[in-house]
């Protein structure tokens, strides 16, 4: 994926990776390190925190701490990928869209997932892919990343019924 976007972006200067927490930061970091070791060059790499813009907010059995965003000065230089871990649905991405447009206007937008599950919902599509995985309705996808996870790796698990659970979780 570090190659895909160094193709379109050359001069990683003038690109900003941001994160949707938790995962997702980890994985713009990890790109970052991927072209910086390619370029000799940094990209800027941060994060945008999307609690208060989820459409579900009220309809969630978790509520996720909010967390500081981390943008450059000035949004309209340059382009910003978004990056997360799992795209399914399409609202997460929709709501960090919501959250960057708090926060002013990005001159580009990309959107670089993990994995891309399917079962959209709405219709968005993401620029960088991992890897593409063709799963029903009752499995989920988990991606583990240390150092918020002990284990590193992606998890396709048949899922029959959400287990219910109430309160504050940090991500």
């Given at each position: 994926?570090?190659?895909?976007?160094?193709?379109?972006?050359?001069?990683?200067?003038?690109?900003?990776?941001?994160?949707?927490?938790?995962?997702?930061?980890?994985?713009?970091?990890?790109?970052?390190?991927?072209?910086?070791?390619?370029?000799?060059?940094?990209p800027?790499?941060?994060?945008?925190?999307?609690?208060?813009?989820?459409?579900?907010?009220?309809?969630?059995?978790?509520?996720?701490?909010?967390?500081?965003s981390?943008?450059?000065?000035?949004?309209?230089?340059?382009?910003?990928?978004?990056?997360?871990?799992?795209l399914?649905?399409?609202?997460?991405?929709?709501?960090?869209?919501?959250?960057?447009?708090?926060?002013?206007?990005?001159?580009?937008?990309e959107?670089?997932?993990?994995?891309?599950?399917?079962?959209?919902?709405?219709?968005?599509?993401?620029?960088?892919?991992?890897?593409?995985?063709?799963?029903?309705?009752?499995?989920r996808?988990?991606?583990?990343?240390?150092?918020?996870?002990?284990?590193?790796?992606?998890?396709?698990?048949?899922?029959?019924?959400?287990?219910?659970?109430?309160?504050?979780?940090?991500?």
């Open positions: 994926m570090a190659l895909e976007i160094l193709k379109r972006h050359p001069v990683p200067e003038q690109l900003a990776l941001i994160g949707i927490p938790s995962r997702g930061v980890e994985i713009a970091a990890r790109l970052g390190k991927f072209i910086e070791a390619a370029t000799g060059r940094s800027f790499c941060g994060a945008i925190d999307i609690s208060m813009h989820r459409d579900d907010i009220g309809a969630r059995n978790l509520l996720f701490a909010v967390q500081p981390h943008l450059p000065a000035q949004l309209a230089d340059g382009a910003l990928v978004l990056v997360d871990d799992v399914q649905s399409g609202r997460t991405c929709r709501a960090a869209l919501d959250a960057l447009s708090s926060f002013g206007r990005p001159s580009r937008i959107y670089a997932v993990l994995v891309d599950r399917g079962m959209r919902e709405l219709p968005i599509a993401a620029d960088y892919v991992g890897k593409v995985m063709q799963v029903g309705a009752e499995e996808v988990f991606v583990r990343l240390p150092p918020q996870d002990q284990l590193e790796g992606v998890w396709l698990e048949r899922v029959t019924r959400m287990p219910r659970r109430t309160g504050l979780v940090s991500r």
